[in-house]
């Protein structure tokens, strides 16, 4: 072929266009060309370029200039490539380009764009000997490197070229508009991705969202398959920012997050109150009470509130004002937030004493008499302390009668604490009188309160007539007395009446007193025998100023007076009359009763006073009588008018039942046959999954409340010895104390006899106050050994029982208690004492059982404890023994419990049977609501089917050594032994912890902190951390547990992984931990690292630790490190002795020797028992905190427990071990080591 470019300028192009090849295939083109010219000149450039598939031309792959021979080429052009290429933006994209023949330095390769650019090799790489291959990048590939791509090699011979591939730029998706927040809680948020609406580009093939605190960084992402996704255990009230990521297939397909949604969790309960509440300053009416700083991990809300809270609630101190004075103030401190509320123990404080408020002016009843008053009260309504005295005065303030004086100073009387009244003598008739009375505390004298009396008017007096004075003439007609001015009694004189009287023996004498004269009489009535007497005449004062005669029967007109004067003789007798003078006093207008004044006996006076009005004048009769006349003597009060009236009595909060007997309602036993032992447990599980017929409906056919009565219980006299008004004893069950002398009362206490079975108790109420001496009369009076408490003396800030024992010895009454010792344990106390009582030779022993381990609500959590205290009652008590006394705060509901427990285990041993149902039944015939709460039902069950199940295994220590070879001792028909039963038994009994008693070790947060998944510590086991370390959760993988003496004085947990090893100090710290024990070897291969500084200091987060020194001795090396808190660095620091334990090898399921470890042991107890006076805990550590941790415990509660109470019983040990984690001890070969170290130490001591 041939072309010609003569005709073409310079810098022009000219075409030549091979055929078509439309064949599929790598096609070769072998050619031959010459380049030239007229003048022997290159005519320019040869350029190749190839089309493929319709594709762009593009750049040429081979070119050649300047040669003037023939010369040969050869092209490859290849159709085969992928039509497209598609890559995520900002991914880096790869072509790759496989050649024919080898690679060598002459071999030029490069990648082509459309555009013209060429993108050299980055690599090439022989496949084998007839191929390579070659590699181009494109970096980080945005929408302008989207573009039709293609392979060039090239080189002296000719050139290849490929097909053109599209490179295709995706841009990941994100979301277009944020989350929307569907709901909210403490702990979670439930959003909406919203992800439909997107920028960039599809298909979406994975939906997460990510989530922080706004405050902290991008730590939790979570795969979402749904439109909805709720966010879990997450922190209350905290701010969160979340966002959306979108992903696209391919590498880098996630896009940028979403606009962030950014909300806020609600507030969640609080976790507790404020601690270490403390009383700075106590007065009358004020209490400074200082707390501990609320933090977040405490209020679990930001906003929040404390009740006493005044200024901020960061500041812990508050003034409490307004208390009234000397009373028992219960404070509590109630820490509140939007979602909650979380309140403190009570804490009782007495305020001081103060001056006393007014004696209630409802409570002054005044009687007034002449000349004496008669004034009550009552103690003032507030007191505000112990009242000492009572000052009472008295002043005139007015008279009637104007002779008297008033000015002169009034009467102060001083009283004692428990005077009510006071006569008032010597006072003037018809004067009122301003009463004053104050009461007095310690403090002083309060304010006064004020009372008028006005004092009766007196009749007027006159002096006595002496011998034959009065009667100065006689006539036939008339005579003539002398008459004398009288003295008045509160009122002025208004007129002397002479009245003359005929006595007659014929005629009855007229039945009204011959005191007064009610209505005036003239002599013409009286004469025509309508009236015995008859006024003679009626003087004025003024008249008689002094003694003067006057004559009677002389006919003349006194005063105007219409009464006509005659004299009439009365009797003749030896011719000449007799005649009386008599004076009686009159008030104007007799009173309804002629009866004189009598001064009620204060004892006897009500409230009910009859008041007399006061008179306003006197008036003088002077009688003429023929004869001296005898005066009957006036009775006393009405009977209605004597005798004290009650007080209001305090009401008690007890129900109104109307009893028709003293027998109990119940039919025991028609419905409730007993159960046998072997079908208790499907008894239980049939009761607690029935929906017809369960524990619910049983425990609610008992019936309830009042079923007997308890009419002595009742009396007001014996209502302080009842703790509550409610729950008093029964008459025909009561235990009835011999009496005091003069105290018919004494023989109450609020407690019951329950005799059920054989099995003989006293059911009482913890002591109050009152009952103290009650309570040691009825020990002594029962010939009682034992005291069995089921209660603490305070619960939730409320005080259950009083004190009723002392810590050296105490008297009460006659009775002398003294304090013998005291034997601590994790769930009990028991306590010796000896009794003794005045006038016998006889020295008692009486020991309490106190158990502890009763949780403050509800029923403990497991069995064990309250089983082996039950056994230890029983075998303490001695047979000759009185009943045991039983009791709580009530007296009902764990003393039921306890006493059905006892009574149920002893049938079930005797009989083989159980019959809770009726025994509950019969103690309620005996005491009020015994069981209470159907909660403590159940529980009884659970613990009598544990008691079967499990059986009697204690040893005697003295017997331990035969009972271990016949515990081993292989059966050659089982081909089993006893301690592998007891294993079994005791797999079949371990509680076996569900999911949700594990949340807190599930979190997502805290997962990666527990080294296996199995074996997770229940959340009411764990230690929570409480020294903050940035934003590491207060979690740790490890459990308290209870040693023989000492509640939660073991924390069993697994070897510190890498990244817990801060939190594993922060735990050493936070609880006071002295000992740690470590079981394992270090292994970095298990994530076992060393978490100890070998010498020197080192930093652990907030807890900076410092090796002191290091020894070893045996298979133990023992290192003792200083620990001090860099965040309360004002704390001090706590010593702590780590324990190396190196005869444990890892293949191994026990320690080579039992010697070493049985020193191990005795090593870390003499340690504890020398440092922190034996508080310091013990962390206990193994590779999983299960196994080898739990043989350690286990045994060391086991020789503890054959020192102090003589017996081994490595099943409760276990057991008690796995009621907090069920991995302690989880072979059989570690269960049999238990039982070889107790023989070991039992050998040894």
Not at 107 to 122: T, Y
Not at 302 to 323: E, Q
Not at 1118 to 1145: D, H, I, K
């Amino acid at each position: 072929m041939y072309v010609d470019v003569s005709q073409y300028d310079v810098g022009e192009k000219a075409r030549f266009q091979l055929p078509v090849m439309k064949e599929n295939d790598t096609h070769c083109i072998d050619f031959n060309y010459l380049l030239t010219s007229p003048d022997g000149s290159s005519p320019g450039t040869l350029n190749v370029l190839v089309k493929v598939n319709k594709g762009p031309l593009a750049n040429p792959i081979w070119n050649v200039t300047s040669y003037t021979d023939w010369l040969r080429a050869e092209l490859a052009v290849s159709t085969f490539w992928p039509n497209e290429y598609q890559v995520n933006a900002g991914q880096n994209a790869t072509f790759q380009c496989i050649a024919t023949g080898r690679d060598t330095s002459n071999n030029k390769l490069w990648l082509q764009r459309r555009n013209g650019e060429d993108i050299p090799v980055a690599l090439t790489k022989n496949i084998n000997h007839r191929r390579f291959a070659a590699s181009f990048h494109l970096n980080e590939v945005t929408n302008q490197d989207q573009d039709l791509y293609r392979c060039v090699t090239q080189s002296e011979r000719g050139s290849g070229v490929s097909n053109f591939a599209g490179l295709i730029v995706r841009e990941p998706p994100h979301p277009i508009a944020p989350p929307q927040l569907l709901g909210v809680g403490p702990t979670y948020l439930l959003i909406q991705l919203n992800a439909n609406s997107i920028f960039g580009d599809g298909p979406i093939i994975l939906k997460e969202v990510e989530y922080r605190m706004t405050s902290g960084s991008w730590t939790e992402t979570h795969a979402v398959n749904s439109p909805n996704y709720k966010l879990w255990h997450l922190d209350p009230d905290t701010e969160y920012e979340i966002r959306v990521l979108l992903t696209r297939p391919g590498e880098g397909g996630t896009g940028k997050p979403g606009p962030p949604l950014i909300t806020r969790t609600k507030c969640a309960e609080p976790m507790r109150t404020p601690k270490r509440l403390k009383i700075a300053e106590t007065r009358s009416r004020l209490i400074a009470v200082d707390w501990e700083s609320l933090g977040y991990n405490i209020t679990r809300c930001h906003t929040f509130n404390v009740t006493i809270y005044i200024n901020s609630a960061y500041t812990p101190r508050h003034l409490v004002g307004s208390l009234p004075p000397y009373t028992n103030v219960s404070l509590k401190m109630i820490l509140t937030n939007p979602e909650g509320r979380k309140e403190s123990d009570e804490t009782i404080i007495q305020t001081d004493e103060d001056v006393p408020g007014a004696v209630p002016s409802q409570s002054l009843r005044a009687t007034p008499f002449e000349d004496r008053i008669l004034l009550y009260w009552k103690e003032p309504a507030e007191p505000n302390g112990i009242i000492i005295q009572y000052e009472i005065s008295y002043i005139g303030v007015r008279s009637f009668d104007p002779s008297v004086p008033l000015q002169r100073p009034g009467l102060t009387v001083s009283l004692p604490s428990n005077a009510t009244y006071h006569l008032f003598s010597q006072l003037h008739p018809g004067v009122t009188y301003q009463l004053s009375i104050r009461a007095s505390t310690s403090k002083g004298f309060g304010p006064a309160t004020m009372l008028n009396v006005t004092t009766n008017i007196s009749a007027p007096t006159i002096d006595e007539y002496d011998g034959s004075e009065a009667f100065l003439n006689e006539t036939a007609t008339t005579i003539t007395v002398l008459l004398k001015p009288a003295q008045a009694k509160g009122a002025p004189i208004s007129a002397y009446q002479i009245v003359v009287e005929e006595v007659n023996p014929q005629r009855t004498r007229r039945q009204a007193s011959s005191d007064c004269y009610e209505v005036p009489v003239s002599y013409h009535i009286a004469s025509s025998g309508g009236s015995p007497y008859y006024y003679a005449a009626q003087l004025s004062p003024s008249n008689l100023p002094e003694p003067l005669p006057f004559t009677v029967g002389d006919n003349k007109t006194y005063q105007a007076s219409v009464y006509c004067l005659y004299f009439s003789k009365t009797e003749n007798s030896a011719n000449y009359t007799h005649f009386a003078l008599g004076m009686p006093g009159c008030r104007m207008f007799c009173p309804e009763s002629g009866k004189p004044e009598v001064i009620p006996d204060p004892a006897k006076q009500t409230d009910r006073v009859v008041k007399i009005a006061g008179i306003s004048a006197g008036v003088l009769v002077f009688i003429l009588l023929v004869r001296l006349t005898d005066k009957t003597p006036a009775p006393l009060l009405d009977e209605n008018h004597s005798g004290s009236a009650a007080e209001n009595s305090r009401l008690l909060d007890v129900p109104r039942y109307h009893c028709e007997g003293t027998e109990s309602p119940y039919q025991t036993g028609q419905l409730h046959p007993a159960i046998r032992v072997a079908d208790l447990l499907q008894h239980i599980n049939l009761m607690k999954t029935s929906d017809s017929y369960g524990f619910k409906e049983e425990y609610e056919s008992f019936f309830e409340g009042q079923s007997a009565s308890w009419d002595v219980a009742k009396k007001e006299q014996n209502r302080t010895k009842n703790r509550y008004g409610n729950i008093i004893a029964y008459d025909h069950s009561r235990v009835i104390l011999q009496p005091i002398e003069d105290d018919p009362s004494s023989d109450y206490i609020n407690a019951n006899y329950i005799d059920v079975s054989g099995n003989a108790s006293n059911a009482t109420i913890g002591p109050v106050h009152e009952t103290v001496y009650d309570f040691w009369r009825m020990v002594w009076q029962e010939q009682s050994a034992c005291i069995v408490m089921v209660t603490n003396l305070v619960e939730v800030g409320r005080v259950k029982c009083y004190k009723y024992w002392p810590d050296d010895a105490e008297v009460y009454g006659d009775f002398k208690v003294t304090f013998v010792e005291v034997e601590p344990l994790a769930e009990y106390v028991v306590r010796t004492f000896t009794l003794e009582r005045r006038g016998f030779n006889e020295v008692r022993e009486v020991k309490q059982f106190h158990f502890t381990g009763w949780p403050d609500h509800g029923v403990p959590y497991h069995a064990t404890g309250l089983l082996s205290f039950i056994r230890r009652v029983k075998i303490s008590n001695p047979p000759s023994a009185g009943p045991i006394v039983v009791h709580c705060s009530a007296g009902a509901g764990r003393t039921g419990c306890f006493i059905v427990i006892d009574i149920m285990l002893d049938m079930a041993e005797r009989e083989g049977v159980v019959d809770i149902y009726n025994c509950v039944k019969a103690l309620r015939s005996r005491r009020i609501n015994m069981v209470q709460t159907e909660e403590q039902y159940i529980f009884i069950h659970d613990a009598i089917l544990e008691a079967c199940l499990c059986g009697e295994t204690a040893i005697p220590v003295c017997e331990f050594k035969a009972a271990f070879y016949e515990l081993i001792r292989i059966d050659s028909q089982t081909n089993s032994s006893h301690i592998k039963d007891e294993f079994q038994t005791l797999n079949s009994v371990t509680p076996q912890p569900q999911p949700e008693d594990c949340s807190i070790a599930l979190l997502p947060r805290n997962q990666d902190k527990n080294r296996f998944m199995d074996g997770l510590p229940p959340d009411r086991c764990l230690p929570f951390l409480i020294t903050i370390d940035g934003e590491s959760s207060n979690y740790i993988n490890a459990a308290l547990m209870d040693s023989y003496r000492q509640p939660a004085a073991f924390i069993v947990t697994q070897h510190p992984l890498p990244n817990t090893v801060k939190d594993f100090w922060r735990l050493v710290y936070d609880y006071g931990c002295t000992s740690l024990v470590m079981l394992n070897e270090i292994d970095l291969a298990q994530g076992c690292p060393q978490y100890w500084p070998e010498e020197g200091m080192l930093r652990y987060g907030p807890v900076q630790v410092e090796c002191m020194s290091c020894s070893m001795d045996c298979d133990v090396i023992s290192r003792l490190f200083r620990v001090c808190n860099l965040t309360r660095p004002q704390e001090g620091y706590l010593m702590v002795r780590q324990f190396q334990y190196l005869g444990w090898a890892g293949h191994r399921e026990v320690p080579a020797s039992k010697r070493s470890f049985l020193k191990l042991i005795l090593q870390v107890d003499q340690w504890q028992r020398e440092g922190e006076e034996g508080e310091g805990r013990t962390i206990v550590h193994c590779l999983n905190g299960g196994g080898r941790s739990g043989v350690f415990c286990a045994s060391s509660i086991v020789c503890e427990m054959a020192k102090r109470q003589s017996v081994v019983d490595v099943f409760h040990a276990v057991k008690t071990l796995r009621n907090s984690k069920p991995n302690m001890v989880d072979t059989p070969e570690q269960y049999r080591f238990c039982y070889d170290l107790a023989l070991e130490f039992i050998e040894s001591s």
